[in-house]
């Protein structure tokens, strides 16, 4: 089964300093149909202002991922990391037993651009934690690069949940595809550009959703970067 969501049907909050596009019911957006997608919860794509940003708040029992497409994200937790998070990161916070943070948009003049994803865990009650990698473009170009895992495997960013996410970028011929385990589901979201993935004609924006599908094929992309979720049912 496999099932388009639009861009334009997703959830959307405007705050001024924020513009936010929720894939899933997320804050004041309630949506029965899209309460998440196996353990994925979250994916936010959210815009951030200049001089602006989310102020110290907390979370506990969540995977949380940040993916920065513009700009720099700067973070700022209880455990005493102090970064910044610029385009081609991958940041995973394990909030655990809980876990304060903030994230800024320092720039004076540049929005930043980024996506908040949330997995839920598959271990509770374990210590916050924090990881942050590059994977550079040559890394993902024309191929599905595995970013965050269970067992870090290829150097990717570790999370406590049944999960694997991957990243890539496919312009013209390039294609790349991931064979999924029976009983599994999937999604792959677009970030940026247009794509096909399995036979879909997607765009900035637009998620397919698979369930109990044997593969994810993704083909004739133009400018495309897209994430793709290996999800437990």
Same mark, same amino acid.
């Given at each position: 089964?496999? +099932? *388009? ?12 300093? $924020?513009?936010?596009?929720?894939? &899933? ?26 001089? +602006?940003?989310?102020? +110290? ?18 973070? #700022? ?21 809980? *876990? ?13 651009? &980024?996506? @908040? ?5 598959? !271990? ?8 942050? #990698?590059? &994977?550079?473009?040559?890394? #993902? ?5 595995? *970013? ?16 694997? *996410? ?10 790349? @595809?991931?064979?999924?385990? +029976?009983?599994?589901?999937?999604? !792959? ?25 044997? $593969? ?12 793709? &979720?290996?999800?437990?049912?």
């Amino acid at each position: 089964m496999q +099932t *388009v969501r639009r861009s334009q049907d997703r959830g959307h909050a405007d705050h001024g300093w $924020l513009d936010s596009r929720h894939s &899933f019911s997320f804050a004041n957006y309630y949506d029965p149909e899209h309460m998440g997608w196996g353990n994925l919860r979250v994916i936010n794509e959210d815009r951030i202002a200049p001089g +602006t940003g989310f102020g +110290t708040h907390g979370h506990r029992d969540m995977e949380i991922i940040s993916y920065v497409l513009q700009g720099n994200l700067a973070h #700022k937790d209880s455990m005493g990391n102090v970064k910044g998070i610029p385009p081609g990161d991958v940041q995973r916070m394990s909030a655990g037993t809980g *876990v304060m943070h903030s994230e800024f948009n320092h720039a004076p003049q540049q929005v930043t651009h &980024f996506l @908040q994803i949330w997995i839920e865990p598959d !271990v509770t009650g374990i210590a916050p934690g924090y990881e942050q #990698k590059s &994977f550079p473009d040559e890394d #993902k170009r024309g191929r599905l690069r595995l *970013v965050a895992s269970p067992d870090a495997a290829e150097g990717s960013v570790k999370i406590h949940a049944d999960a694997r *996410v991957y990243a890539g970028l496919f312009d013209g011929d390039e294609a790349a @595809q991931l064979v999924l385990a +029976t009983g599994r589901k999937a999604y !792959v979201h677009v970030v940026r550009g247009d794509v096909e993935a399995n036979g879909q004609l997607l765009h900035a924006g637009d998620a397919l959703m698979l369930d109990r599908e044997p $593969l994810v094929q993704v083909r004739q992309g133009r400018q495309a970067e897209v994430l793709v &979720f290996d999800l437990a049912p």
